[in-house]
């Protein structure tokens, strides 16, 4: 039923604990964001260059805990 609501878990996971092992399934979120950063530029004129650079964010935004094939815990991002 979770993967028919969710879609396909960004990642899987097993935990094994002396319970037994559960099976988690995470829900990722990637952002990207810019940032400018310096760089020093050697050379005749030498000196600091600001530069662009594009990275991403991953956020993890729901987990899903299954036992024997049932979902036992749910855990939900909140802001």
Same mark, same amino acid.
């Given at each position: 039923?979770?993967?028919?609501?969710?879609?396909?878990?960004?990642?899987?996971? #097993?935990?094994?604990? #002396?319970?037994?092992?559960?099976?988690?399934? #995470?829900?990722?979120r990637t952002?990207?964001?810019?940032? #400018?950063?310096?760089?020093?530029?050697?050379?005749?004129?030498?000196?600091?260059e600001?530069?662009?650079?594009?990275?991403?964010?991953?956020?993890?935004?729901?987990?899903?805990?299954?036992?024997?094939?049932?979902?036992?815990?749910?855990?939900?991002?909140?802001?």
């Amino acid at each position: 039923m979770v993967e028919m609501a969710k879609g396909h878990p960004s990642r899987r996971y #097993s935990r094994y604990t #002396s319970d037994g092992t559960l099976e988690i399934w #995470s829900y990722v979120r990637t952002y990207p964001y810019t940032t #400018s950063q310096p760089v020093y530029v050697g050379g005749r004129r030498g000196g600091t260059e600001w530069i662009n650079v594009t990275a991403t964010q991953e956020v993890e935004e729901l987990k899903v805990e299954f036992s024997e094939g049932k979902a036992v815990v749910i855990e939900e991002r909140k802001e």
